[in-house]
């Protein structure tokens, strides 16, 4: 949605809460009930903050996330999974769904590929070239979520074939092999690296300097909870939000 829409709906539902069935009932204005997010897996450390900020706001909501591969939160939200937010890692995702949304998906964040390794790098991995040598273990996303599709892109235009010993549903699946020491590296995004500290080191790739995933989020027509799910979109979008999410390493569209 974008901004002026959403905001537009905020004043529009304003004095609206929730009933005992989660439903959007009159009130004083105080945002109540409960609020779902669908995210990005890569999304769950700025999500999860921004979300505590808003329950600070509004004592009386109570913000639930789910984080996954955005591929199958698209799918949950097409089966009519009952969220009233989603946010994805690439607008391919959104744009199956958008025909869902109470407005036009907005990005708000970008994002990049960087190589992950355990802390020491025991493997001695120095680049891209190495993601592609049978003789280390080495974890990639699978193809159909959005950090694998950003990795099959890098691979070509480097004319690269990886050698993944694993392919995971979501990126934070792949850094966990790599804080595990289960793999010597991982093409994850830079915000993941960021958010493992001292767990992880990160590897530049120039390869993936051209290859951007852009995050989008959209209100659902069918939210549960519209006044809720505009106010957490707005703060994502407000000057603060921003500020979180590049403290978390995201670019800014």
Known sequence: ?????????????????????????????????????????????????????????????????????????????????????????????????????????????????????????????????DLADPGRTIALCAAEVPCGAAAARVFDAAGLTPAPDTLEQDVRAALTKVQLGEVDAALVYATDVAAAGSTVEGIEVPEAADVVNRYPLMVLEAAPNPPAAAAFADLVRSDAGRQALAAAGFRLP
Not at 11 to 24: E, K, M, N, Q
Not at 36 to 45: G, H, K, M, R, Y
Not at 103 to 122: K, Q, S
């Open 1 to 129: 949605m974008r901004r002026s829409a959403a905001g537009a709906l905020l004043l529009a539902l304003a004095g609206c809460g929730v009933d005992d069935g989660g439903r959007s009932i009159e009130t004083d204005g105080e945002l109540g009930g409960t609020l779902t997010v669908f995210a990005a897996a890569s999304l769950t450390d700025v999500f999860t903050d921004l979300g505590d900020q808003l329950e600070a706001d509004h004592p009386g909501l109570d913000v639930q996330f789910t984080f996954a591969g955005s591929s199958a939160l698209a799918t949950q939200v097409a089966q009519g999974a009952p969220a009233d937010v989603l946010a994805s890692a690439d607008e391919e995702q959104l744009a199956a769904v958008a025909d869902l949304g109470a407005g036009a998906p907005a990005v708000f964040a970008e994002n990049t590929l960087v190589i992950a390794v355990p802390a020491g790098n025991p493997a001695d991995v120095t680049g891209l070239a």
